[in-house]
């Protein structure tokens, strides 16, 4: 297929695709999302999607490649220009509010992960090696590096970051749940910055010594 014009301009609708193919693999999974749906939520013709990505597995990569550059950039890239070092304890708060930010403008980064990676498949191994082991490996790291200071309980690091992930991004992963529950929005700033709260002060007294 040879693209137009409009086509081989910068970005030519491959943004719009990634976004809404992000969201239909979120909310789908892998075999119930289509790239007719696909094409029908970004406005563009099917054969731009196969032309761009070369098949529907192929899309997908790129949805997750995508999705964890701009945890790249949004999260690890704010917080190593912003976020000073010298305090450990302010260090891990701040990037854990840094997070739950990232969390509460993409709450399908969350799902697409937790609807891929109980299913053992090549795809699930894929994101594994590729995406997750290394990110847990720096956050790990991260942690051992602040273990003993600013009295941080000497816990496994293993169960912090379950713990902290899993709070920090359930809440944003199953929004309709607390729609439905308690009447929020998980969407709101109010609440995004409420629920950031809440986590904090519980991580914080949980993680730390009181001085």
Request: charged content about 20%; aromatic content about 10%.
């Amino acid at each position: 297929m040879t693209p137009t014009p409009d086509q081989t301009r910068t970005g030519d609708g491959k943004e719009r695709i990634l976004l809404a193919a992000l969201e239909e693999f979120a909310v789908h999974g892998y075999d119930g999302a289509s790239t007719t749906a696909i094409a029908r939520r970004s406005g563009v013709t099917q054969p731009l999607i196969h032309y761009h990505f070369g098949s529907k597995e192929g899309l997908w990569r790129a949805t997750v490649d995508e999705a964890f550059r701009r945890l790249g950039t949004e999260f690890f890239g704010v917080v190593q220009a912003n976020i000073p070092v010298t305090d450990p304890r302010a260090t891990f708060l701040a990037l854990l509010r840094e997070f739950i930010g990232f969390c509460a403008r993409y709450p399908q980064f969350p799902r697409l992960i937790y609807t891929e990676l109980p299913v053992p498949s090549s795809r699930s191994a894929w994101l594994m090696e590729t995406w997750v082991k290394p990110v847990v490996t720096q956050v790990t790291a991260m942690l051992e590096g602040f273990a003993g200071t600013a009295g941080m309980r000497p816990l496994p690091p293993a169960h912090v970051v379950s713990v902290v992930t899993g709070a920090a991004t359930a809440f944003f992963a199953v929004g309709d749940f607390w729609k439905d529950a308690y009447g929020i929005d998980a969407t709101d700033p109010v609440v995004v910055d409420r629920h950031a709260q809440v986590l904090l002060t519980i991580i914080e007294h949980g993680l730390f010594e009181t001085p």
